[in-house]
């Protein structure tokens, strides 16, 4: 059985990065969770609980801006602020467990995942994606936003106009979603544009991740634009990579109603074992 505990991590510039583990005794492994814009690592128990059963210890934290973690709601001070804290708890993580952990990434979680493990940032056992943030769609207007709030106020946060009912089709998610008070909907200008950079870098480099990738994406994704999961995976090297598409899916594929949950969860399963045989 798994235990559960909590602590703060400090980020290089001070601000406490809010971590939950859960720790299975004799593990064969473990898996660092990077979650999605405006939510946080709490939600991530039900995944956690498959990654326990497979015997492996799992830790989730809170980006800044984020769930428990210290600054400024839905932004950052710098551009680089989101992948050096990941870097600093993956390399605690990974000495405290003393293996190379999986990474495991959800939406902007994902994208931030995706360029530490190709820009070569830090050293992972295998990425695991959700539905990743590696195209969304931005229209004339939101584009003249971004431009004006980049060059007046790139760190003031403001409602990223993302539609709360396109996470999942169960209603149950969704309550619980929009009563949840540690999420928000905010995202600054700073932060819209590292995802932009980061997205291209991390396009650059697919060609050169050599490690176990297994992608699984909603098909009808009304968050995050699936062609960017399907471009990004076609320019990985063919050894070592999956892909999952649902078509009919809504952005939070492990959120989804049934049976497609449970789909999306068997998947994920089948591929853990055949790289912890």
């Not at 709601?73 to 190379?100: E, H, I, K, P, W």
């Not at 063919?238 to 959120?255: G, L, P, Q, S, V």
Request: hydrophobic share 45%; with cysteine; charged share 20%.
């Amino acid at each position: 059985m798994a235990v559960m505990t909590e602590r703060f991590l400090r980020g290089a510039d001070g601000v406490a990065l809010f971590c939950r583990e859960w720790t299975v005794p004799g593990a064969r492994g473990a898996v660092q969770i990077v979650h999605g814009l405006g939510e946080h690592g709490g939600r991530y128990a039900e995944l956690a609980a498959i990654f326990n059963a497979l015997g492996l210890s799992v830790l989730a934290y809170d980006h800044r801006g984020h769930g428990r973690s210290g600054g400024a709601r839905g932004s950052m001070a710098d551009r680089g602020d989101f992948l050096r804290d990941l870097g600093l708890v993956f390399d605690d993580y990974s000495r405290a467990q003393n293996t190379t952990p999986f990474l495991f990434g959800h939406s902007l979680g994902g994208l931030i995942a995706v360029r530490f493990a190709t820009g070569g940032l830090g050293k992972v056992r295998g990425l695991m994606l959700s539905s990743p943030a590696l195209a969304f769609r931005l229209s004339r207007f939101q584009r003249l936003l971004l431009a004006v709030g980049s060059a007046l106020a790139p760190g003031l946060a403001i409602g990223s106009g993302l539609p709360p009912h396109g996470i999942s089709h169960d209603e149950e998610v969704l309550r619980r979603s929009l009563a949840d008070t540690l999420s928000h909907g905010k995202v600054a200008p700073r932060v819209v544009r590292f995802m932009l950079n980061a997205i291209d870098c991390a396009m650059a480099d697919a060609h050169r991740f050599t490690e176990p990738v297994l992608m699984q994406f909603a098909g009808n994704d009304l968050l995050v634009d699936p062609a960017g999961s399907a471009r990004f995976f076609a320019r990985l090297p063919d050894r070592c990579k999956t892909m999952f598409r649902y078509d009919d899916a809504y952005h939070e594929i492990f959120n989804e109603s049934e049976p497609l949950r449970g789909a999306v969860q068997r998947d994920l399963i089948g591929w853990l074992e055949t790289q912890l045989d």
